[in-house]
């Protein structure tokens, strides 16, 4: 037994130093394949996946304004600007307060995206065995549609840049002189998106009809937009007292574009909006008869059976791909989660920018013109009745409801002082807080400061006085952290492109070309009847100018991130925003509600109004736009790397 | 020079040879041992005569009786649980002994990489704690109790919520490689170890770690856990301990006054004319009383002396042919915030039998539950909130409407009302860990020096977190109905339980050989081990309908990550010792090593290392002329290579599978015509030229101990150079336009230098008295030798901004010369410090210092204020010591650093963060006008800059040594009172052996953060953080 033991023992030994020397073979131990790893043969071969390819780089399009949150590509960055001020978490109240825009915000160099899209556009053909060419052809389209997206979003924010249509590889052999490129002129970037929009437009059929892909009318969209950018660029910065200008060695313009070429782009921008109104499939949504506000929330934020929209980025929440902003954004008085809402805030100067529908100034009356005494009104919403209704669609103003919610919106009391002869103001120091009369005075149960403010300290109010509609989600539990919103981002829509024809035309009409001041008034009266006006408010070709066409956009647009891109194009952004405290278009002002405790007059019990201006409460600093903001700074890693790059002007 | 030396040292040894073969005469040598402490006898006590196979041992009464060639011999006492002593005989014939336990230095045989070695005949820097020396500071994680104890070991514990451990590295060269029974393993299965199963810790700290090649460039800590012992008799212990925590410190709020108060002076400050509050208001709230009533959210957030408890047992013992060590160890920790605790059970199995002569059969299997219990508060961190609300809160607001406790008070902000942080309203997280591993070990001796091993180890760990957060109410007082009206609380509710499966194997096998010829010793080892890891871990959330269901649904759910982590690694390792008649060592190793990290041609390194001693106190000229003063005398030196693949926070310095080019799945979306496409992303170049980051380590050491070993030092000076850091290389310029990075290399290079050591002392006193006293220190800090990415502008640029040949992590900022003491000093003030001529400043801002003298303080004005922050500090230092009377024993521990640097943030710096209350020093301690209603009123000098309000852009909060700190502390981290019942007395109910104790531990520190209330080891600037506990405890241990 013992030795049986023994001997198997041996055995065992044996068995042991055989294993130790086999362990010498481990060559494949320290491969472990990677588990969500593809190949380009997979890629290129599975339509399927090359749509996935897809979806990534639709994804990585460049944005400043989003729904979503991110360094310089979010919905905060809304709060820079003058349509609305930051109310939010108090750490983020530098928005509130920036001295001026920087040089690098809005700056863009993203090469990464451009090669992939160009090494994409090449791999197609290299591995592509099994699409048909028809198939091919429609993915080469759709990369040429995005490629010509992300150069636009470069030659806005940065003018010419160097146009890398291939992929560039470097040898690595000290030399890099060959993957040098020069800047093109800013015209010559303008005229590549438009020849290639031109040369896709008509392979991309099997998109029709998408709103989420490119498809002929999306190009056609972004040609009209680009071409209208081009020609704005050419005019109004010819125009300037100085214009913005840098040239190459052969003297093509670097940024700025020659005030000559104006009217070929006007034409071709006019061209292709008119298209988009005839042709497309799109048209513009009116799905709420009589509430031209709900009718104009329902046209931008809803997306069932919305033909408005062109082209948007899209969010789904059942597949996780959603965002924060109506938790973010939700007036705070009906908000579902409890820690955020109300951050970004209309200012009283969006809301006067909004006529009212007889074509009067949209100036609210607040004081009664030859007494100085206020207006008194019978409830706080009376002051807006008769206002645009793209105003009501956009804002929450005082008095209007959210999701079938009252908003409830007053900053205090004013209770008459008869000895002074004149009103104090009585503000609670939290929201909800009540009022219930004066020592002397009858009893009142009132609300003193309303849930919904405005509040000039706490945070997560309103500070100016208004909440946003736009884009804030009305599905129940879309302002919870757990549910969250997926609202899209509404990239291009019908009315832009009413909007995009009636400058076109106004400024043909001005250069002596194709169209009339009357054309321009005709494609503005279209949204301007949508939005409720009546015949008075109606525009024609003597009554229409320049300021009523950059209104239009104005509020038309607001949130759909155009008015910075505008203002630029139009070279207007250094004079609204000029940094002067006391200019009110520099600013953000508010306006408060307030009740009247005045007993035994007629006015007991009113409501009258403040406004708090230039600046409203806690907002800081004017927005101060220098001339160095017309062209962002290029990254100095990208001047360190190439030299044949040459910085923007103002830098 | 060092030819000259081999010639003298050659010499030396031939006529040390010489003399002690010419002194061969047998003589009888005898005595009596007995124990140091109380005199009595001990029988059965190893003599030897130093050199020879000559011995005997003591009787039953503890006498010997020895024949030994010479009256020069020495001897060499030695016996189980004390100290070996040697002896030398110096002509006596009759030796009495006394024989003292074993304390640090007793161990014999101290575990290295690999094996174990004799104490004796180590050449690397290792230090190593006995499980009798963890067994006197029970901490809740092991590395907890090296804490001060070790030179070399560096600690800090940023974040001391339960459970978790300090960070601990070796010489602050990063997190080391932690190895358990041989098996790599990490840091929390070392933190989270039961501690009553170790045998020993060892820590490799120079080129005795490159025997583990590419993860040991940042030292290795090895664990041995117990094991029965062959024929031993059964011992059954059971041990426990009972206490109360308390936290060290934690800033204190306000009170409503101070905080009206602060309001009132914030709004005069600014200049405003509108304040806040009326006088009458403030002397209303400074009585208080009725709706005036100030709440103390800290006292109502945290709850004072709360218990943390532990309980083990173990049985172990042995037969001829089998060894076994089996226990089990509970321990509770609650946490000084209500509903928040964590509880952890270990088991231990080691068995081990012999099969026959030649082969062993061993198991080690280990097994442990992490059990957290929080309160589910929204928001990442569950115990953020509560510390936050500390201070989020008013004190003029209440927790509950109209002090009901069944109604949360709708406050300013509902999300920081403590209310709501218990388990039934705000809801829970139960985050578990399981863990078990199993290790099954084979060894056989061949007759001729030669052992074949072999370790397999499986370990499967289980992470489990399942988390509710509720939705509830608020509520507001109706006074005039008595009615209490719900308004929102918290309407969103979350569902959330993540899951990860983690799996490691491990397997080697290692033969070790060693052959003794005449005076050279010999030994060799060789071996080979792969070992590779799977991660899968899963998180499922959903909106749950309602409070009450905790099954989850899958119409509610509206999320799904799924992530899959693979590794692998494989290794050669050879070595070999060689020692001359123990005096002269000579250790060679090597490892030849693999990671899946890199591409084929990458993947494999080689990692040598060589170290060398010399026991100068075995030459026999040394014995001779100093031979009754320094009993030990060993000079130690070491080279060695080992590699990193990981930075020094253990992340892997190029993403795995980096050198695989394609498109990754799931990257990015997007949402085409209403349905959802997964995207996929191109993975950009592959990068196939990094490899691991080479660092050689060198280290000079020298230990002596001097009057029969009663006082002993180790001192060692270190480097550790890192080389190959992964940087883009400089040279080559690429036009960004190109769209892919320069891929990096392995460029640049850093340093770690420093140096430690320690001192003990063991001593008696008369009879009864024997005390130990030790102090150790360490110095490392880490120096940037070359930034291949850092090229300067201008000189300016190179002064401020270039890493080169600089010490790393400096802080800079202002300098702080002064206050300013009045508006006139601030008109009349030459320097523009605030860049718009000193408008924005008030009698007690900062003045700083114009460094460049231009008369306008500008960003050339900084200089180096402070070192790293949140590092472990650069200086690490402890002392310890115990005193035994008869049975009574006292022993303590202290533990401090230097060098690190801290600054005051938010909550400790600005007035009212977060649109809530401060400190009640900032409130107190500031300089304000005498009369806040009145602002004119005279200037009264204070701590803090006056209040404005959070005013974060004003120059006063710019870097500047006012808010950084660089902090010292010295801890006093255990002190014990133990007494140990006389055996005769236990004898009578069968009972081996019981200690008693009482311990306080963290009761004092002597610091420069007391005054901000923050425990000075803490690095969250805003000072919310769980700070270190101190506790009051008493424990037994019992042994049948």
């Given at each position: 037994m013992r030795n049986l033991i023994m001997k198997s023992l041996n055995r065992y030994t044996l068995l042991f130093v055989l294993l130790f020397a086999m362990t010498g073979c481990d060559g494949d131990w320290l491969v472990r394949e990677p588990e969500s790893i593809i190949t380009e043969e997979q890629v290129w071969n599975d339509p399927e996946m090359i749509e996935g390819l897809l979806a990534n780089y639709y994804d990585r399009l460049p944005r400043f304004h989003s729904l979503t949150d991110g360094q310089g590509q979010g919905w905060a960055e809304f709060a820079l600007f003058t349509n609305a001020m930051w109310s939010g978490q108090?750490?983020?109240?530098?928005?509130?307060?920036?001295?001026?825009?920087?040089?690098?915000?809005?700056?863009?160099?993203d090469y990464d995206l451009i090669r992939d899209l160009n090494l994409a556009i090449e791999n197609i053909d290299q591995y592509s065995t099994e699409l048909d060419p028809d198939q091919k052809?429609?993915?080469?389209?759709?990369?040429?549609?995005?490629?010509?997206?992300?150069?636009?979003?470069?030659?806005?924010?940065?003018?010419?840049?160097?146009?890398?249509?291939?992929?560039?590889?470097?040898?690595?052999?000290?030399?890099?002189?060959?993957?040098?490129?020069?800047?093109?002129?800013?015209?010559?970037?303008?005229?590549?998106?438009?020849?290639?929009?031109?040369?896709?437009?008509?392979?991309?059929?099997?998109?029709?009809?998408?709103?989420?892909?490119?498809?002929?009318?999306?190009?056609?969209?972004?040609?009209?937009?680009?071409?209208?950018?081009?020609?704005?660029?050419?005019?109004?910065?010819?125009?300037?007292?100085?214009?913005?200008?840098?040239?190459?060695?052969?003297?093509?313009?670097?940024?700025?574009?020659?005030?000559?070429?104006?009217?070929?782009?006007?034409?071709?921008?006019?061209?292709?909006?008119?298209?988009?109104?005839?042709?497309?499939?799109?048209?513009?949504?009116?799905?709420?008869?009589?509430?031209?506000?709900?009718?104009?929330?329902q046209a931008v934020t809803v997306k069932d059976g919305n033909n408005e929209v062109i082209f948007a980025e899209d969010f789904m929440a059942s597949a996780d791909r959603r965002h924060l902003f109506t938790y973010f954004n939700i007036?705070?008085?009906?908000?579902?989660?409890?820690?955020?809402?109300?951050?970004?805030?209309?200012?009283?100067?969006?809301?006067?920018?909004?006529?009212?529908?007889?074509?009067?100034?949209?100036?609210?009356?607040?004081?009664?013109?030859?007494?100085?005494?206020?207006?008194?009104?019978?409830?706080?919403?009376?002051?807006?009745?008769?206002?645009?209704?793209?105003?009501?669609?956009?804002?929450?103003?005082?008095?209007?409801?959210?999701?079938g919610q009252s908003v409830p919106m007053q900053a205090g009391v004013k209770v008459w002082n008869t000895s002074s002869g004149s009103y104090e103001t009585v503000e609670g120091s939290a929201l909800g807080s009540t009022y219930s009369g004066e020592e002397g005075g009858p009893e009142v149960d009132w609300t003193l400061t309303a849930g919904g403010g405005p509040h000039r300290t706490v945070q997560n109010v309103s500070a100016s006085g208004f909440y946003l509609r736009k884009f804030v989600d009305n599905t129940t539990g879309a302002s919870t952290r757990g549910t969250q919103s997926d609202t899209w981002w509404v990239r291009m829509r019908l009315s832009e492109m009413y909007l995009n024809a009636a400058e076109a035309a106004y400024q043909l009409s001005q250069l002596g070309g194709s169209a009339t001041a009357q054309d321009a008034a005709d494609y503005i009266n279209v949204l301007r009847e949508r939005a409720g006006f009546e015949q008075s408010g109606m525009l024609d070709g003597s009554s229409i100018d320049f300021e009523t066409i950059m209104n239009e956009r104005r509020i038309e647009l607001?949130?759909?991130?155009?008015?910075?891109?505008?203002?630029?194009?139009?070279?207007?952004?250094?004079?609204?925003?000029?940094?002067?405290?006391?200019?009110?278009?520099?600013?953000?002002?508010?306006?408060?509600?307030?009740?009247?405790?005045?007993?035994?007059?007629?006015?007991?019990?009113?409501?009258?109004?403040?406004?708090?201006?230039?600046?409203?409460?806690?907002?800081?600093?004017?927005?101060?736009?220098?001339?160095?903001?017309?062209?962002?700074?290029?990254?100095?890693?990208?001047?360190?790397?190439?030299?044949?790059?040459?910085?923007?002007?103002?830098? | 020079m060092y030819k000259v030396t081999k010639k003298i040292m050659g010499f030396l040894m031939f006529a040390l040879i010489f003399i002690w073969q010419n002194d061969v005469h047998a003589q009888q040598v005898s005595g009596t041992v007995t124990t140091q402490a109380n005199q009595e006898t001990l029988p059965g006590v190893n003599i030897v005569v130093k050199g020879t196979s000559i011995g005997t041992s003591t009787n039953s009464e503890g006498n010997y009786q020895l024949t030994v060639p010479s009256l020069q011999d020495t001897l060499v006492f030695s016996f189980v649980g004390f100290q070996t002593r040697e002896v030398p005989i110096n002509g006596r014939t009759e030796i009495d002994i006394s024989m003292q336990p074993q304390v640090v230095t007793g161990e014999e045989m101290v575990v290295v990489g690999y094996g174990e070695q004799q104490v004796e005949s180590v050449t690397g820097s290792i230090s190593s704690v006995s499980s009798e020396d963890l067994q006197e500071t029970p901490s809740v994680t092991t590395g907890d109790a090296l804490v001060g104890k070790v030179q070399g070991v560096t600690a800090r514990q940023a974040d001391a919520r339960p459970g978790s451990p300090p960070q601990i590295e070796i010489r602050n060269l990063g997190d080391p490689l932690f190895v358990i029974d041989g098996v790599p393993s990490t840091e929390g299965d070392f933190a989270q170890l039961g501690q009553g199963d170790i045998e020993s810790i060892s820590v490799l700290k120079d080129?005795?770690?490159?025997?583990?090649?590419?993860?040991?460039?940042?030292?290795?800590?090895?664990?041995?856990?117990?094991?029965?012992?062959?024929?031993?008799?059964?011992?059954?212990?059971?041990?426990?301990?009972?206490?109360?925590?308390?936290?060290?410190?934690?800033?204190?709020?306000?009170?409503?006054?101070?905080?009206?108060?602060?309001?009132?002076?914030?709004?005069?400050?600014?200049?405003?004319?509108?304040?806040?509050?009326?006088?009458?208001?403030?002397?209303?709230?400074?009585?208080?009383?009725?709706?005036?009533?100030?709440?103390?959210?800290?006292?109502?957030?945290?709850?004072?002396?709360?218990?943390?408890?532990?309980?083990?047992?173990?049985?172990?013992?042995?037969?001829?042919?089998?060894?076994?060590?089996?226990?089990?160890?509970?321990?509770?920790?609650?946490?000084?915030?209500?509903?928040?605790?964590?509880?952890?059970?270990?088991?231990?199995?080691?068995?081990?039998?012999?099969?026959?002569?030649?082969?062993?059969?061993?198991?080690?299997?280990?097994?442990r539950m992490e059990n957290r219990q929080n309160v589910g508060v929204p928001g990442l961190d569950d115990y953020f909130n509560p510390f936050l609300s500390v201070f989020s809160m008013w004190p003029t607001e209440a927790p509950y409407a109209n002090n009901n406790p069944n109604y949360v008070n709708d406050v300013h902000n509902v999300n920081v009302n403590p209310a709501t942080y218990t388990r039934d309203i705000t809801g829970w997280v139960n985050d578990i860990w399981r863990q078990g591993r199993f290790n099954i070990n084979a060894e056989y001796d061949f007759d001729f020096g030669l052992t074949l091993s072999g370790t397999g180890s499986y370990q499967i760990g289980s992470w489990d977190f399942d988390g509710f957060e509720y939705t509830y109410n608020a509520y507001q007082y109706?006074?005039?109905?008595?009615?209490?009206?719900?308004?929102?609380?918290?309407?969103?509710?979350?569902?959330?339980?993540?899951?990860?499966?983690?799996?490691?194997?491990?397997?080697?096998?290692?033969?070790?050989?060693?052959?003794?010829?005449?005076?050279?010793?010999?030994?060799?080892?060789?071996?080979?081990?792969?070992s590779d890891f799977r991660g899968d871990e899963q998180r499922i959330h959903t909106v749950p309908d309602n409070n009450y269901i905790n099954v989850m649904s899958f119409s509610n759910q509206d999320l799904l990550i799924h992530a899959i982590e693979k590794q692998a690694h494989a290794g050669y390792v050879g070595r070999f010792n060689y020692n001359y008649d123990e005096k002269y060592l000579l250790e060679l190793l090597g490892r030849y090593d693999g990671s899946f990290l890199f591409p084929e041609d990458n993947r494999w390194g080689f990692f040598p290392g060589i170290s060398a001693g010399w026991r100068v106190s075995e030459e026999e000229f040394f014995d001779d002329a100093f031979g009754n003063t320094i009993s030990n005398l060993k000079i130690r030196a070491s080279y060695g290579r080992t590699g990193s693949e990981t930075d020094s926070g253990n992340n892997f310095i190029i993403a795995p599978f980096s050198y695989r080019s394609g498109y990754d799945y799931y990257a990015g979306s997007s949402v085409f015509?209403?349905?959802?496409?997964?995207?996929?992303?191109?993975?950009?170049?592959?990068?196939?030229?990094?490899?691991?980051?080479?660092?050689?380590?060198?280290?000079?050491?020298?230990?002596?101990?001097?009057?029969?070993?009663?006082?002993?030092?180790?001192?060692?000076?270190?480097?550790?150079?890192?080389?190959?850091?992964?940087?883009?290389?400089?040279?080559?310029?690429?036009?960004?336009?190109?769209?892919?990075?320069?891929?990096?290399?392995?460029?640049?290079?850093?340093?770690?230098?420093?140096?430690?050591?320690?001192?003990?002392?063991?001593?008696?006193?008369?009879?009864?008295?024997?005390?130990?006293?030790?102090?150790?220190?360490?110095?490392?800090?880490?120096?940037?030798?070359?930034?291949?990415?850092?090229?300067?502008?201008?000189?300016?640029?190179?002064?401020?901004?270039?890493?080169?040949?600089?010490?790393?992590?400096?802080?800079?900022?202002?300098?702080?010369?002064?206050?300013?003491?009045?508006?006139?000093?601030?008109?009349?003030?030459?320097?523009?410090?605030?860049?718009?001529?000193?408008?924005?400043?008030?009698p007690g801002d900062l003045i700083y210092k114009d460094v460049n003298g231009d008369g306008i303080i500008t960003d050339l004005d900084q200089r180096p204020i402070g070192y790293a922050q949140g590092w472990n500090p650069y200086t690490s230092f402890g002392f310890n010591g115990s005193f035994s009377y008869k049975g009574a024993n006292l022993s303590f521990n202290l533990a401090g650093a230097a060098m690190q640097s801290y600054t005051r943030d938010w909550e400790l710096r600005y007035f009212f963060q977060n649109n809530g209350n401060s400190p009640e020093f900032m409130l107190t301690d500031r300089w304000h006008r005498a009369d806040p209603f009145d602002p004119t009123s005279e200037w009264i000098p204070g701590h803090y800059p006056a209040n404005r309000g959070p005013n974060y852009g004003h120059y006063n909060y710019q870097s500047n040594n006012y808010w950084t700190h660089n902090v010292w502390y010295l801890r006093l981290q255990n002190l014990q009172l133990g007494y140990t019942i006389p055996r005769d007395l236990l004898a009578q109910v069968g009972v081996k052996s019981l200690r008693v104790y009482v311990k306080g531990t963290n009761l004092y520190s002597f610091d420069n953060m007391k005054k901000y209330q923050i425990d000075p080891e803490i690095s969250a600037t805003n000072g919310l953080v769980y700070p270190r506990q101190s506790m009051y405890s008493f424990g037994f241990d019992l042994s049948l």
């Open positions: 108090e750490n983020r109240d530098g928005l509130l307060n920036i001295e001026n825009y920087g040089t690098t915000w809005w700056a863009l160099w052809n429609q993915f080469k389209a759709e990369l040429r549609f995005l490629r010509a997206w992300v150069y636009f979003q470069h030659v806005k924010r940065m003018g010419g840049v160097p146009l890398v249509t291939e992929t560039l590889e470097y040898d690595f052999s000290g030399d890099p002189s060959s993957v040098q490129i020069p800047r093109s002129t800013e015209a010559e970037i303008y005229n590549f998106i438009g020849s290639e929009l031109d040369a896709i437009q008509d392979s991309l059929g099997h998109n029709a009809g998408s709103q989420t892909r490119a498809n002929k009318y999306t190009a056609l969209a972004l040609k009209s937009r680009t071409m209208l950018y081009a020609g704005s660029v050419a005019y109004h910065n010819s125009r300037m007292s100085q214009p913005i200008t840098l040239e190459n060695e052969d003297g093509g313009r670097l940024v700025g574009i020659p005030g000559e070429m104006a009217q070929g782009y006007y034409e071709e921008a006019l061209a292709a909006a008119e298209e988009v109104i005839q042709n497309s499939p799109n048209t513009l949504y009116n799905g709420v008869s009589g509430d031209p506000g709900a009718n104009f929330y007036p705070r008085p009906i908000r579902e989660d409890n820690l955020d809402s109300s951050s970004l805030t209309p200012g009283l100067g969006l809301i006067e920018a909004y006529p009212y529908v007889d074509g009067s100034s949209g100036e609210l009356q607040t004081r009664d013109a030859t007494t100085g005494d206020y207006v008194y009104y019978d409830s706080v919403g009376e002051i807006f009745e008769g206002k645009d209704g793209r105003m009501d669609g956009t804002v929450i103003v005082p008095g209007e409801s959210f999701r607001a949130f759909e991130g155009h008015r910075l891109w505008d203002l630029i194009r139009w070279r207007r952004a250094h004079q609204v925003w000029n940094g002067d405290d006391s200019n009110p278009t520099a600013n953000v002002a508010a306006l408060y509600p307030y009740r009247v405790y005045r007993p035994g007059t007629p006015m007991h019990g009113k409501y009258v109004f403040d406004k708090i201006g230039p600046q409203a409460p806690s907002f800081v600093n004017a927005r101060w736009f220098q001339m160095a903001n017309y062209y962002a700074r290029i990254p100095q890693d990208a001047i360190n790397n190439n030299p044949e790059l040459v910085q923007n002007p103002f830098h | 080129a005795s770690a490159a025997v583990y090649g590419l993860r040991a460039s940042s030292g290795v800590v090895l664990v041995q856990t117990k094991d029965g012992g062959y024929g031993q008799d059964t011992e059954i212990n059971i041990n426990g301990y009972y206490g109360w925590q308390n936290y060290t410190r934690y800033p204190q709020p306000a009170n409503a006054y101070q905080y009206v108060r602060g309001k009132v002076y914030a709004a005069q400050n600014r200049g405003e004319t509108q304040l806040p509050y009326t006088e009458e208001e403030l002397q209303n709230w400074r009585q208080g009383g009725g709706e005036y009533q100030s709440y103390d959210y800290y006292d109502i957030v945290m709850e004072p002396m709360v218990p943390q408890n532990q309980l083990g047992a173990s049985v172990s013992g042995g037969s001829e042919s089998i060894s076994y060590y089996l226990s089990a160890t509970h321990l509770t920790q609650k946490a000084v915030i209500e509903d928040y605790s964590f509880d952890r059970t270990n088991i231990q199995a080691n068995i081990e039998g012999t099969i026959s002569d030649r082969l062993t059969l061993g198991a080690e299997i280990s097994a109706d006074e005039e109905n008595d009615e209490y009206i719900p308004v929102q609380g918290n309407d969103n509710p979350w569902r959330e339980r993540r899951w990860r499966n983690n799996v490691n194997r491990f397997l080697s096998f290692q033969a070790d050989y060693s052959v003794d010829i005449g005076n050279h010793s010999i030994s060799a080892l060789a071996a080979y081990e792969r015509d209403g349905s959802y496409y997964t995207g996929v992303g191109p993975r950009g170049r592959p990068i196939t030229n990094v490899s691991w980051i080479t660092a050689v380590t060198k280290n000079i050491g020298l230990d002596i101990s001097f009057f029969d070993d009663r006082l002993s030092a180790t001192i060692d000076v270190f480097e550790r150079r890192r080389d190959g850091l992964p940087a883009t290389p400089q040279d080559l310029v690429v036009p960004e336009e190109l769209g892919y990075d320069t891929p990096p290399q392995n460029l640049n290079s850093d340093a770690a230098r420093g140096i430690e050591g320690s001192i003990s002392y063991n001593g008696q006193i008369g009879q009864d008295i024997s005390y130990r006293v030790g102090a150790n220190a360490t110095l490392s800090r880490w120096r940037v030798l070359s930034d291949e990415n850092f090229r300067a502008g201008n000189s300016w640029d190179y002064y401020r901004n270039s890493p080169e040949d600089r010490w790393s992590a400096i802080t800079w900022g202002y300098q702080v010369i002064g206050r300013f003491q009045s508006q006139e000093q601030i008109d009349n003030y030459p320097v523009n410090i605030d860049g718009q001529g000193n408008r924005t400043a008030l």
